[in-house]
């Protein structure tokens, strides 16, 4: 699908689509715990129906997903034996329910489509191959054979924080203690913040010290009952920006306290000089002149590609470092960010970890390409607010990952979109 824009202003309120990053989490604790869970949630993209799809491989039973009430009935009663886990081209799925399935499955195959197979995998299958699993492929689809024993677990903090959450996940259910313990610094600190802080809510305990986790085995997961997904700052992100380039735009849903770190996204759109007032869960952007900031966006790498947009309409020169984990992602984030902006008239230089930004008052418009990554194609949506001719963004349709609704959501804020 081919998407072409004409430049407009946004205006108006959004509310903000749920986290995905914490749909993924209350999912597996929920299938994990020992009674039902209600989960409300509207927005179910790709990348969650994976995980669904993958928990319901393992026996879990889903039922009304239509409803915006998901009710989960855990995997216990029919836990299945050497069950087909496919991924889709979801990251978090792979990596969170890689060890998952080991703790459970004597054996079981798993697998995934896109990007997937060429995402870094050896750093958590050498650890689990250090305690009791033997897999016969590094790449996708890979067969699991013997089940994950507690234990020493080794792992870089600088590759991924999913693969730290997917054994903070895993290690609760076996029967003797394990501890996780960090060779390198710990980026993406946020999102294992989140993973412990819902594991917590759903009784497991964690003690952590500096780069070290200690988990006790035998632990069981405790229903919450009925619970939210929380709204989701990344998405909103693109909102904010468009709103802090050409527009107006309050942004509700959003939980202030949150631990999402890209909550930090106000802060950096303030440091560039634009106003945004945050009230009752609700974020209020203006566009106003923007300034040049240099960012270490290691602990937020999701928000490169918006934050390239908008540093690409600042004025003088930005630069984002510390970077070079986002090429890792669904695409080469940095390339197709350079790529993409230079294409309708930006001025961005691609360093090996960074991108150095000379912002300019318009961009011209041109073609752009997707990337078969649902990120670029929000990003160069929200910039073309600023630029002074049409966007045409080809194999837009991968929106479908994180946000099925996005261009719908672009419209009702006054965005002139059509599928050419």
């Excluded at 991924?160 to 203690?177: D, H, K, M, R, V």
């Excluded at 350079?338 to 073609?367: F, H, M, Q, W, Y």
Aim: glycine share 8%; with cysteine; hydrophobic share 45%.
């Amino acid at each position: 699908m081919d998407i072409c824009i004409s430049p407009a202003r946004l205006a108006g309120e959004i509310e903000a689509v749920e986290s995905k990053s914490d749909a993924h989490r209350l999912l597996i604790c929920a299938a994990l715990s020992q009674s039902p869970t209600e989960i409300c949630i509207r927005n179910i993209s790709k990348d969650i129906k994976a995980t669904m799809n993958c928990l319901t491989a393992l026996g879990c039973v889903l039922k009304n997903p239509e409803s915006g009430k998901l009710a989960v009935r855990p995997l216990w009663q029919n836990l299945v034996e050497n069950p087909w886990l496919d991924c889709g081209e979801s990251g978090s799925t792979l990596r969170f329910l890689l060890p998952v399935a080991a703790a459970l499955c004597k054996s079981f195959t798993i697998s995934g489509g896109g990007r997937l197979p060429a995402r870094p995998l050896s750093p958590i299958i050498e650890a689990m191959k250090l305690n009791g699993c033997t897999f016969d492929s590094e790449t996708l689809p890979i067969k699991v054979t013997g089940k994950l024993h507690a234990g020493r677990f080794l792992l870089p903090g600088n590759v991924s924080s999913q693969f730290i959450s997917g054994l903070l996940f895993a290690l609760p259910l076996l029967e003797g203690t394990s501890e996780i313990i960090l060779t390198s610094p710990l980026e993406s600190a946020g999102y294992v913040d989140m993973t412990l802080n819902t594991l917590h809510q759903f009784g497991i305990s964690v003690i952590r010290e500096k780069d070290r986790f200690m988990i006790a085995g035998a632990q069981k997961y405790s229903s919450l009952g009925k619970v939210s997904v929380e709204g989701d700052w990344s998405n909103a992100a693109f909102w904010l920006a468009a709103g802090t380039m050409n527009g107006k735009i309050a942004c509700g849903g959003l939980d202030i306290e949150t631990l999402q770190s890209d909550r930090g996204i106000v802060d950096i759109l303030k440091q560039m000089g634009a106003e945004a007032v945050l009230e009752n869960g609700t974020v209020s952007v203006e566009s106003s002149p923007l300034s040049a900031i240099t960012l270490d966006a290691s602990g937020i790498p999701d928000l490169v590609p918006v934050l390239a947009a908008v540093m690409s309409v600042a004025n003088g020169t930005s630069v984002i470092q510390n970077i070079s984990r986002v090429r890792l992602k669904e695409s080469d984030r940095l390339h197709a960010m350079a790529e993409n902006l230079n294409a309708i008239g930006a001025d961005i230089k691609e360093l090996e970890d960074s991108l150095v930004i000379t912002g300019k008052p318009k961009l011209r418009g041109g073609i752009t390409d997707g990337y078969n990554d649902h990120r670029i194609v929000m990003a160069m949506a929200a910039v073309s607010v600023a630029c002074e001719n049409e966007v045409l963004i080809k194999g837009a349709e991968a929106i479908e990952k994180s946000y099925p609704d996005f261009f719908k959501d672009f419209k009702k804020l006054g965005g002139l979109a059509h599928v050419i």
